[in-house]
């Protein structure tokens, strides 16, 4: 049994103990959260027996093998170095930090403790971007020459956000990260990314943020290999989340929020259909299984099993430190308005 402790009990904690309750052998022990209300209803919904407003509390606990972060971006580096230095194998949420330089105090930390750490960027979870990472590895598509990968919502759920201090940037930090990363697991991950150019801007959410809430990044890699990245806060109807794989033989197109299994017609209202989803009359497409859809089931079932078994993750702190380099590269040259080279240290 590998027993979790959880930090965070919000959005993205939710949608991991979905995931969690598919994968065997793992069982959440304790919860913590910032607020006593919110620790306490989600571990009464979720069957935990503890919670805690101390992070502390799970951090040092005899009985938790896995610390899980779930919580908003500027935590993540305090937290990760607190369950480093005690000896406990951490998993991250995206971004990995709000900058490359909290991300390497990060990789650092679980380095020199010598703990299993794994980043947990869902995208590279998904069923349908795995079967798709299958497909090239079996030559499908002859070599990759091109990713085109698009998330856009409406808009954050939460009001850190909206606050670049808190989080790092906007919409291209929010979700950017799930697009870098799509992008190099795809082309691969041996490939070396060495350039971007980046536009940001703030087109409608003026009243919220600072931040951009749209941009679209163009990263080279040192093959020739292009992705592009488009991203937005201000794209209508729901997550929009699909990705283009261009090779030299063929291409591989995933949607896993507007090509469901299911499509209905309702005068009455079908209920929740899909996250950010703004309507449910109409023509709806509900999306089935969001947590498996999306990735988190496979992404628990994934780490659970390397601390199990005392194995290093295919998703890692190092990858989370590789995405807040390009991030923060791509936020400089919306500044400079040019390409600008990425310089990842050896690692």
């Given at each position: 049994m590998v027993r979790i402790g959880l930090l965070g009990s919000g959005f993205v904690a939710e949608f991991y103990m979905q995931g969690l309750s598919h994968v065997p052998g793992a069982q959440v022990v304790i919860n913590y959260s910032r607020t006593e209300r919110r620790a306490e209803e989600f571990a009464k919904k979720w069957g935990?027996?503890?919670?805690?407003?101390?992070?502390?509390?799970?951090?040092?606990s005899d009985d938790v093998d896995l610390v899980i972060i779930a919580l908003?971006?500027?935590?993540?580096?305090?937290?990760?170095?607190?369950?480093?230095?005690?000896?406990?194998?951490v998993v991250c949420?995206?971004?990995?930090?709000?900058?490359a330089s909290e991300a390497r105090e990060m990789l650092d930390a679980v380095r020199e403790a010598g703990v299993i750490h794994g980043?947990?960027?869902?995208?590279?979870?998904?069923?349908?971007?795995?079967?798709a990472r299958k497909m090239i590895e079996q030559g499908s598509i002859g070599k990759v020459l091109m990713v085109r990968s698009r998330e856009g919502h409406s808009g954050p759920h939460s009001p850190h956000f909206w606050d670049p201090n808190l989080t790092g940037g906007g919409a291209?930090?929010?979700?950017?990260?799930?697009?870098?990363?799509?992008?190099?697991?795809?082309?691969?991950?041996?490939?070396?990314?060495?350039?971007?150019?980046?536009?940001?801007?703030?087109?409608?959410h003026k009243d919220k943020t600072t931040a951009e809430d749209n941009a679209v990044l163009l990263l080279r890699f040192e093959g020739g290999q292009l992705s592009i990245s488009e991203t937005s806060w201000t794209a209508r109807g729901g997550l929009d989340l699909r990705n283009e794989i261009y090779g030299t033989d063929?291409?591989?197109?995933?949607?896993?929020?507007r090509s469901t299994p299911i499509r209905a017609f309702t005068l009455k209202g079908s209920g929740y259909v899909v996250e950010k989803g703004e309507a449910e009359?109409?023509?709806?497409?509900?999306?089935?299984?969001?947590?498996w859809i999306y990735g988190y089931h496979e992404e628990m079932?994934?780490?659970?099993?390397?601390?199990?078994?005392?194995?290093?993750p295919r998703e890692t702190f190092e990858d989370g430190y590789i995405v807040n380099i390009i991030l923060d590269t791509a936020y400089k040259s919306m500044r400079t308005k040019r390409w600008e080279p990425i310089e990842i240290p050896k690692l």
């Open positions: 935990i027996k503890r919670w805690t407003t101390r992070m502390e509390d799970v951090v040092k908003p971006n500027h935590l993540h580096r305090d937290a990760a170095i607190m369950a480093a230095e005690n000896k406990k194998n949420t995206k971004p990995l930090a709000r900058n980043y947990a960027e869902t995208e590279v979870f998904s069923p349908a971007v795995m079967h291209l930090n929010d979700m950017g990260c799930h697009c870098i990363e799509a992008a190099r697991y795809f082309i691969g991950k041996d490939v070396k990314p060495v350039e971007c150019i980046a536009w940001g801007d703030l087109l409608y063929g291409v591989i197109f995933t949607d896993v929020t009359i109409g023509w709806v497409f509900p999306c089935v299984d969001e947590a079932h994934h780490f659970v099993e390397c601390v199990e078994k005392g194995v290093t």
